[in-house]
């Protein structure tokens, strides 16, 4: 018999047996029993009434050797809400497990969550930053920064608004004054440029719209919002089907731009030696939510895809999009070697994988379309590969 922490309270649970809602996995997760885990991978990817996996239970309560178990499995699932397990972690102050689930950074919540055993409830739009924010776990706000800064959920409000304005603590007080040493670090962020769609780039370099910080804001609230993607993903790349997707964070208050050409403009043109010395930007977004290894994807430039791929692989933009569906369409095989390992299995928000996208830029949008099918295969054939080593076989 063994404690495991299930919805904020401390029951007994024997570790091998089902209840109503949560299965053996789960509990096993919750207690971090490993080897009790391990016997139960049968029930991977299933979820709770709270759409929860067994992985999100592990980052809740901080169980490691778990969460290195299930992430290859359940990494980046979310229930009805939308709520991660690096959201999970985040909010519990679990830094080690936050540290191996930044594949999921980037993402937000779809409605309103409660949190503290429903002592606290946030909108939607909410990142795993935002809930760090408002917890003052400052060693999660460092890690998560350069992969979430300015991002903003659907009420405008940014990770500095959350640690001043939301701080609370673990039972669920209000804490008027704040985190300051919090504080402190995310004040920054509301002095940033931010990046507007930019016209089509000159032949040599790109050229650039900087809009102030006093900009008003062009956010739109989400309950009259159904967006569509108008600029392409490359000059060179023809522009993908464009799906209609709620997208949470609609306003282009997303990356601190320097005057000089950054990150996302040397990936975007293959400039490698630009690339090596700006990597301390990665997880920096474009103003539709694009990162610079998804810039590098859609055109194919393979050296760049490499040396970005270990920050900024499982991130996706506005419209759900990842990096590997940006290779997918533009039929760049190589590009698309090095993602399958990361993002095979992530789904854009019509729910289509990169194996979706290639097909359907074989038969729609891509000149050609030979390439784009024989991309489509090797999607599908190390899908298959995967499925050999599913969770029974350990």
């Known amino acids: 018999m063994k404690l495991a922490i299930i919805r904020h309270h401390e029951v007994p649970l024997q570790i091998g047996e089902e209840t109503m809602f949560y299965t053996p996995l789960m509990a096993a997760a919750a207690a971090n029993d490993l080897e009790a885990a391990k016997r139960s991978l049968e029930k991977v990817c299933e979820k709770d009434e709270e759409g929860r996996t067994a992985l999100s239970h592990a980052a809740e309560h901080g169980s490691?050797?778990?969460?290195?178990?299930?992430?290859?499995?359940e990494s980046c699932f979310h229930g009805g809400f939308g709520v991660t397990a690096l959201m999970?972690?985040?909010?519990?102050?679990?830094?080690?497990c936050v540290h191996e689930l930044l594949s999921e950074a980037g993402m937000q919540t779809l409605a309103r969550t409660s949190w503290c055993d429903g002592h606290i409830t946030f909108g939607p739009g909410i990142t795993a930053l935002m809930l760090a924010a408002s917890r003052g776990h400052l060693e999660v706000i460092q890690l998560l920064m350069?992969?979430?800064?300015?991002?903003?959920?659907?009420?405008?409000?940014?990770?500095?608004?959350?640690?001043?304005?939301?701080?609370?603590?673990?039972?669920?007080?209000?804490l008027t004054d704040g985190f300051i040493d919090v504080v402190q670090l995310l004040k920054d962020e509301t002095k940033s440029f931010y990046l507007r769609k930019a016209p089509p780039p000159a032949p040599h370099y790109p050229e650039i719209v900087i809009l102030s910080s006093d900009t008003p804001s062009t956010s739109t609230s989400l309950a009259n919002s159904s967006y569509l993607l108008i600029s392409p993903p490359s000059p060179t790349v023809p522009l993908p089907p464009t799906p209609v997707a709620p997208i949470l964070s609609p306003c282009c208050r997303r990356l601190e731009?320097?005057?000089?050409?950054?990150?996302?403009?040397?990936?975007?043109?293959?400039?490698?030696?630009?690339?090596k010395l700006r990597l301390h930007e990665i997880g920096f977004r474009d103003a539709d939510g694009r990162t610079a290894l998804m810039w590098a994807a859609s055109n194919g430039h393979y050296d760049c895809v490499s040396l970005l791929k270990d920050g900024e692989a499982g991130l996706q933009d506005d419209r759900g999009w990842t990096a590997l569906m940006y290779a997918a369409w533009g039929g760049h095989?190589?590009?698309?070697?090095?993602?399958?390992?990361?993002?095979?299995?992530?789904?854009?928000?019509?729910?289509?994988?990169?194996?979706?996208?290639?097909?359907?830029?074989?038969?729609?949008?891509s000149n050609d379309a030979a390439r784009c099918l024989y991309c489509a295969q090797l999607i599908r054939n190390y899908d298959w590969e995967r499925t050999k080593k599913r969770p029974d076989s350990l």
């Open 64 to 73: 490691l050797e778990c969460v290195r178990l299930l992430a290859r499995w």
């Open 88 to 96: 999970y972690a985040a909010y519990s102050g679990r830094l080690s």
């Open 146 to 174: 350069p992969y979430e800064r300015g991002m903003t959920d659907c009420g405008d409000h940014s990770a500095l608004w959350y640690a001043t304005c939301q701080a609370h603590d673990s039972t669920g007080k209000r």
């Open 257 to 275: 731009k320097p005057p000089q050409m950054g990150l996302i403009d040397a990936a975007r043109l293959g400039q490698t030696d630009l690339v």
């Open 333 to 365: 095989v190589g590009c698309i070697r090095l993602l399958l390992n990361f993002e095979a299995y992530i789904q854009n928000y019509n729910h289509e994988f990169p194996m979706d996208i290639a097909e359907i830029a074989a038969r729609e949008g």
